[in-house]
């Protein structure tokens, strides 16, 4: 059964950075479209990043310049690169996975695997 793992959260201060992390097992064949989204207190799920196998990577417009999503060689990997972290990216990040190609306006139902989340505090 496919799981993905996520791990890199923690607690930090205004404008300091974190690298989040998942990683993809028990799966045949690829998974062509990895992503991160997050969801506040309160808040629904937003997308945050996503990135196909080949390395074309989109972010959201909140976090575009500021956060970066990678995968490895392999594809089994993907991380995030949150830079100048502000109070507001505070939210339980998780990494989502499907075998079908990125769209341009990613949605949760679009995801078939989901990794149980990373929470990142942002404090002022």
């Known amino acids: 059964q496919a799981q993905l793992v996520e791990s890199g959260g923690g607690s930090v201060k205004d404008g300091e950075n974190l690298k989040l992390s998942c990683t993809a097992s028990?799966?045949?064949?690829?998974?062509?479209?990895m992503a991160w989204f997050r969801q506040a207190p309160g808040k629904g799920r937003e997308w945050v990043a996503s990135?196909?196998?080949?390395?074309?990577?989109r972010t959201a417009p909140s976090v575009k310049g500021r956060f970066d999503i990678s995968r490895d060689s392999g594809g089994n990997t993907l991380y995030l690169q949150m830079n100048t972290l502000q109070p507001e990216d505070s939210a339980i990040y998780y990494c989502?996975?499907?075998?079908?190609?990125?769209?341009?306006?990613?949605?949760?139902?679009?995801?078939?695997?989901w990794g149980q989340g990373t929470q990142v505090t942002v404090s002022s």
């Open positions: 989502a996975a499907k075998v079908y190609r990125c769209l341009f306006d990613e949605q949760v139902g679009d995801f078939e695997v």
């Open positions: 028990g799966h045949d064949g690829l998974f062509y479209c």
């Open positions: 990135s196909d196998f080949y390395g074309h990577a």
